[in-house]
């Protein structure tokens, strides 16, 4: 606390020690009498951790003049957030004006809100939204610590919580300006709502279970999948012999059969369920990318008739590769190269004008047609 105190701002304190209280109250309404002492540590070393993490990363990124962020998503949320907020102030500032904002319309959501939210009072102070997530990565600790005590006893369950507050990615992710913390809350809640809904049966539950799983819809779609997949085998999972379980299974394979249908719906109108299934493993690389957590391979440029590539090689290392049929050849420099691989080891600019269906690529360093 003594970074954001040393630079004269108060207001990290103070939320610190509001969101502190709350997950104490979190604990106590939440968590058996027996085991409170022994959790109530695990959360506030799991808070106290993350909120650490917060404030060292924040308070580097600004010295190396990032403005605080350091994955570019991070920056992101912050900067439609505050956009938002002054838009809701009555003073918007282009780019961020309905209805594009700036290209960054589809992530609105419940994170980006609440992050507005944080800015409209407070202003653009975003190691508070930080520390709020820490404060819902931490409060995730004590259902996750309900459904493993429910399912596998007291022990397992206290082993569960102290790996969820020392593993090394979840207080990272936990830390930064992203919506990961509010991901981990709502599954963990959604889950444990579950877990009690098949043990007491209650209807309040069941329609808890509703809200968090269209809640979960708006913060992660993928997740919302994964959540309604597991109502409907924990549905058929009721014991035959269990009061109401006909009513039960049935209503939770309509439940969950309809939400996945609502979220595929929503995603993609008009279009059937297996090209949305296989576009799965493109979006997550698409986002592994923008979030810089991945490397793939650079894709292919595929060719048209005609086109024009002027490749500046390295003088050492790589190789333009061009597959092509026994038909099309593609020419180098004017002339025929029956070849399916060519010698960057020159420094000097390259054309090649490709015949289709090749497929040109770049090895790691050369530049194609409009910096591809």
Do not use: C
Not at 49 to 71: D, E, K, P, Q, S
Not at 143 to 164: E, M, N, Q
Request: glycine share 8%.
């Amino acid at each position: 606390m003594g970074l954001p105190l040393a630079a004269g701002d108060p207001a990290p304190l103070l939320a610190f020690l509001v969101t502190g209280a709350a997950l104490a109250a979190t604990v106590r309404a939440f968590v058996p009498e027996a085991s409170i002492s022994t959790l109530a540590r695990v959360v506030a070393l799991a808070f106290a951790l993350r909120a650490a993490v917060a404030v060292v990363i924040h308070t580097v990124a600004l010295w190396a003049g990032r403005g605080g962020f350091i994955t570019g998503d991070d920056a992101g949320y912050a900067a439609l957030a505050w956009g938002f907020a002054q838009y809701l102030h009555g003073r918007p500032e282009p780019p961020f004006v309905p209805p594009h904002w700036n290209g960054a319309a589809y992530q609105f959501g419940p994170f980006t809100y609440l992050e507005a939210a944080v800015f409209y009072v407070f202003g653009p102070r975003v190691i508070l939204v930080e520390f709020l997530d820490a404060g819902l990565a931490s409060a995730s600790i004590v259902f996750v610590y309900r459904i493993a005590r429910a399912i596998l006893g007291r022990p397992a369950a206290t082993a569960t919580s102290w790996i969820l507050a020392v593993h090394p990615s979840l207080i990272l992710w936990s830390a930064l300006n992203l919506r990961e913390a509010l991901a981990y809350l709502t599954a963990s809640l959604t889950l444990w709502i579950l877990v009690e809904l098949r043990r007491t049966r209650r209807v309040s539950l069941a329609l808890a279970l509703i809200a968090m799983l269209m809640f979960a819809k708006e913060v992660r779609g993928f997740a919302f999948a994964g959540l309604a997949l597991a109502t409907v085998t924990a549905a058929a999972a009721i014991p035959s012999r269990a009061r109401g379980s006909t009513v039960l299974r049935v209503g939770g394979a309509i439940g969950g059969a309809a939400a996945i249908a609502l979220l595929v719906a929503a995603a993609l109108p008009g279009r059937p369920l297996a090209p949305y299934l296989l576009s799965l493993e493109a979006i997550r690389q698409a986002m592994a990318n923008e979030a810089r957590t991945a490397f793939h391979p650079p894709r292919p440029v595929v060719a048209s008739d005609g086109d024009t590539f002027v490749v500046n090689s390295r003088p050492t290392g790589g190789s333009l590769v061009v597959p092509f049929g026994e038909s099309e050849l593609p020419t180098y420099l004017g002339s025929a190269a029956p070849s399916r691989a060519v010698d960057p080891g020159r420094s000097e600019p390259r054309v090649v004008v490709a015949r289709p269906p090749a497929r040109i690529e770049l090895a790691d360093g050369e530049v194609g047609p409009s910096g591809l």
